[in-house]
């Protein structure tokens, strides 16, 4: 069963879910885990692309979009996840909804922000996981 884990963003915090997510995959990265960061659209897919490859001023962390690169040179995948039939380690969700295929996944990582409307999104995915009896644990950063 799928692992899940929130990772919120104080409301006093430092940071959005996006440099969350680069900090969380780079970590997973680390560890010897691969990760598909799933974006709902094709602005915030460039947007995380160009953030992998300065969030980190001592580190490369190497990425690729989901369609674009060769996954088995790219540990950290960016897009819809559906897209990553081949992929079942570490999952990051950045999108407002339930990912369909999060299931297939050993750990989905919900990365949580203070933008409106997010928090209210997660407490809604929370439920959702909740109520289907997924293992939950939550990680407040500042």
């Known amino acids: 069963m799928t692992k899940i884990d929130f990772y919120v963003v104080s409301p006093t915090g430092r940071g959005n879910r996006y440099q969350l997510a ?3 995959a780079d970590k997973a990265r680390r560890n010897g885990h691969r990760v598909v960061v799933h974006v709902p659209s094709e602005e915030e897919a460039r947007h ?4 992998l490859w300065t969030f980190s001023d001592d580190s490369f962390v190497p990425h690729a979009r989901v369609e674009k690169g060769d996954p088995v040179l790219n540990p ?3 897009g819809d996840v559906q897209h990553a039939s081949g992929e079942h380690d570490v999952l990051i969700n950045l999108a ?3 990912p369909g295929c999060f299931a297939r996944f050993e750990r989905l990582a919900e990365c949580v922000d203070n933008e409106p409307g997010v928090r ?3 407490r809604d995915r ?3 996981y ?3 009896g ?3 644990t939550s990680h407040e950063i500042t």
Request: proline share 4%; with cysteine; aromatic share 12%.
């Open 22 to 24: 680069c900090r969380v």
């Open 48 to 51: 995380l692309d160009r953030l």
């Open 76 to 78: 950290i995948l960016i």
């Open 96 to 98: 407002r909804e339930v």
């Open 120 to 122: 209210e999104a997660s």
């Open 126 to 128: 929370y439920r959702f």
């Open 130 to 132: 909740r109520d289907r």
């Open 134 to 136: 997924y293992p939950l």
